[in-house]
C-alpha cells in the first residue's frame, strides 16, 4: 500500500475556512428563515467593474477566430502586454524598476504564497507573525518543516512572533537568525500596515541573515496613504532579500476570475549545498515551468483593463466602497464599546471579543444571536485568541444591518 506523508497528519483537523462553513451551514439548516449576513471569509460581492466584462468579452470572441485564437500562454505566465502594464502601473509609478523576466503570473496569490516554498531546503527555518494566515504555516507544515503542534497552538520548528496590541501588530525581526520570512502587508487578518522603518527593519535583517522575505501585498490597493510603502521594493536592498506577491483579487474583484503575479529579482538568492549562491528567479521559473500553464488569454486582458483608465477609476471606486464599508464597522462596533482595529488601509476589522468570551465562542455569538458570519481569531494562530475578523466585503445596507444586530445582541447580555 501507498505510504502518504505524514506531514499532513500533523495539521490540525481542519483548514479554517471550510469550519466555518460547516458551522454555518449547520446553523442555515436548522434556521432556515435566519437572514445570514457573511462578514467571515475575505470573498468581494461587487460585480466586476465594467471596463474589465468588456475586455473579457472581447477576448473570447477573439479567441473564437482563426487569427486570435491562443493556446498556451507565455512560459512566465504573462503576455507583454498585461507584464508592460504592470510595471508601469504599480511599480515605475512609484519609482520601482522591474524588469519583464522577473514578473510571473498565475491564478492565484494564495497559491504562489503556498507554493513558493517547494523551492527551499525542508531544513530551512521558517518566520511568520502571529496571528497569521494559515497558508503560510500549513503548507510549511506539509513540507515537513515542523515538529508537531504542541498544546499551546504552536509547530515545533516553527517561529512566532506575536502581533499585539502593544506592537501595533507588527511585530520587529527576532534576535535569532531564520531562513524564510512571511509578512503580509496590509495584514490579514489584523488590518495593520507596516510603516516604512519597519519594512526597512525587516531588510536590513534579511540582508544580514542571509534570509528571505516573502511579502505578501494582496491588499496593496487599500493603503491610501503615500507615505506608506506598498511594495517592498521601494525599500533600498529589498531586492537583494525579497519577492513579492499581488493579486487582482481584492483590487478589481478578480476572487472568481483568478489572476496574480509574484515579483523574484534576479539578485536574491539561496544557497546550495555547497554554498553556491542560486538565483531564486531561475529555480521558480523551474518550477513554474513544470506544474503551472499560465493564465488564460481572457483573463490577462481582463487583467490589463484593470490599469486603463475606465479600469482604474471603476476598480478604485469599488474598494473606496469596501473601505467605507469598513469605516462603517470601525465606528459602529467602537461606538458599541468594542476595542477594534484595522480597517483604516485594509478591508479587515480585528475587534477583541468581549471579557471572558474566546474567538469560537464570540463566533457562535454572532451567528446565533445576531445571524452575522465573522472569523474567529484563533484560527489564525494562538495570538488570535480572543478577537474575532470581520470583512468589509458586502453591500453597504447588509454592513449597517449586521453592525445593527451585532450592537444588539451583545447589549442583551
Not at 506539509?142 to 512566532?160: C, F, K, V
Not at 496593496?220 to 511594495?231: V, W
Not at 480597517?343 to 455569538?365: K, L, Q
Request: net charge negative; proline share 6%; charged share 20%.
Amino acid at each position: 500500500m501507498a505510504r502518504i506523508n505524514e506531514n499532513y497528519r500533523k495539521l490540525q483537523a481542519g483548514y479554517l475556512f471550510p469550519e466555518i462553513g460547516r458551522r454555518v451551514a449547520a446553523f442555515q439548516q436548522a434556521n432556515p428563515d435566519a437572514a445570514i449576513i457573511k462578514l467571515g471569509i475575505g470573498d468581494v460581492t461587487l460585480p466586476l467593474a465594467p471596463a474589465v466584462v468588456e475586455a473579457m468579452r472581447s477576448a473570447a470572441q477573439e479567441m473564437g477566430t482563426a487569427e486570435g485564437f491562443r493556446g498556451y500562454g507565455p512560459e512566465r505566465g504573462g503576455y507583454d502586454f498585461l507584464v508592460e502594464a504592470v510595471r508601469e502601473h504599480d511599480f515605475a509609478a512609484r519609482g520601482v524598476e522591474i524588469a519583464a523576466d522577473e514578473l510571473f503570473f498565475s491564478d492565484g496569490s494564495k497559491q504562489d504564497s503556498g507554493n513558493f516554498q517547494e523551492i527551499f531546503d525542508a531544513g530551512c527555518r521558517i518566520a511568520v507573525t502571529d496571528p497569521v494566515y494559515p497558508v503560510y504555516v500549513d503548507t510549511n507544515v506539509m513540507a515537513g518543516r515542523s515538529g508537531e503542534i504542541g498544546a499551546d497552538g504552536y509547530y515545533d520548528g516553527i517561529l512566532y512572533l506575536p502581533a499585539t496590541e502593544e506592537n501595533g501588530f507588527t511585530p520587529d525581526p527576532p534576535s535569532s537568525p531564520v531562513d524564510l520570512i512571511y509578512l503580509c502587508s496590509p495584514n490579514n487578518p489584523t488590518g495593520s500596515v507596516t510603516s516604512r522603518q519597519n519594512l526597512e527593519s525587516w531588510v536590513a535583517y534579511a540582508r544580514e541573515h542571509g534570509a528571505v522575505i516573502v511579502f505578501d501585498a494582496a491588499y496593496d490597493a487599500f493603503i491610501s496613504d503615500p507615505a506608506l510603502p506598498r511594495s517592498i521594493f521601494e525599500i533600498e536592498g529589498a531586492r537583494e532579500c525579497a519577492v513579492e506577491m499581488r493579486s487582482f483579487s481584492k483590487r478589481a474583484g478578480f476572487t472568481g476570475v483568478r489572476c496574480a503575479y509574484t515579483v523574484v529579482p534576479q539578485e536574491v538568492c539561496g544557497r546550495s549545498a555547497d554554498g553556491t549562491r542560486v538565483p531564486l528567479n531561475e529555480l521558480w521559473a523551474r518550477r513554474q515551468a513544470t506544474k503551472f500553464n499560465s493564465v488564460p488569454y481572457p483573463t490577462q486582458r481582463a487583467a490589463e483593463a484593470v490599469f486603463s483608465p475606465d479600469g482604474r477609476k471603476q476598480t478604485g471606486e469599488q474598494v473606496a466602497h469596501y473601505q467605507e464599508n469598513a469605516q462603517v464597522l470601525r465606528a459602529g462596533l467602537k461606538g458599541a464599546g468594542f476595542r477594534v482595529f484595522g480597517g483604516v488601509h485594509a478591508p479587515y476589522i480585528w475587534m477583541r471579543t468581549p471579557e471572558g468570551m474566546n474567538s469560537w465562542e464570540c463566533f457562535d455569538r454572532l451567528l446565533c444571536d445576531a445571524h452575522v458570519v465573522g472569523t474567529p481569531g484563533a484560527g489564525f494562530g494562538p495570538a488570535g485568541e480572543g478577537y474575532i475578523r470581520i470583512s468589509a466585503f458586502n453591500s453597504r445596507e447588509n454592513v449597517a444591518e449586521a453592525v445593527a444586530r451585532i450592537r444588539s445582541a451583545f447589549a442583551a447580555g
